[in-house]
């Protein structure tokens, strides 16, 4: 298993809650991890992306603002921190890599198992 998230769980609508992602792989600095999430209506929904030599991030509309994604070296982590969280960010919440700059899920080629984020209102 080379991408494992955690942080997941049950919220209420206001609510923060900070998600990681441990790499337990080699990381390059032109590598590309991502946050995408999925629900009934929505496959692979874009939401963070952060560029490992940490010079670019970005996000989808929908969260700009409330959420932040970093990186940490030491052991190799990729974290999102999710605040004022809303019921629709209910989802399960994706940790990837790609190789390079994408907001397209279908360029991303490693993916963790994904954990649960429920927001109640």
């Known amino acids: 298993v080379q991408l494992v998230e955690s942080g997941g769980g049950l919220v209420q609508a206001g609510g923060s809650l900070r998600l990681s992602c441990v790499v337990s792989?080699?990381?390059?600095?032109?590598?590309?991890m991502g946050w995408f999430r999925r629900t009934p209506v929505k496959e692979r929904e874009f939401v963070a992306l952060i560029r490992w030599n940490g010079r670019s991030t970005e996000y989808a509309d929908s969260v700009k603002g409330r959420f932040t994604i970093s990186r940490d070296n030491g052991p190799n982590t990729v974290t999102l921190q999710m605040n004022s969280l809303k019921p629709e960010d209910t989802a399960v919440y994706y940790c990837?890599?790609?190789?390079?700059?994408?907001?397209?899920?279908?360029?991303?080629?490693?993916w963790g198992q994904g954990t649960q984020v429920t927001v109640s209102s």
């Open positions: 990837a890599r790609a190789k390079a700059y994408s907001t397209a899920a279908r360029d991303y080629d490693l």
């Open positions: 792989r080699r990381i390059f600095s032109s590598d590309v």
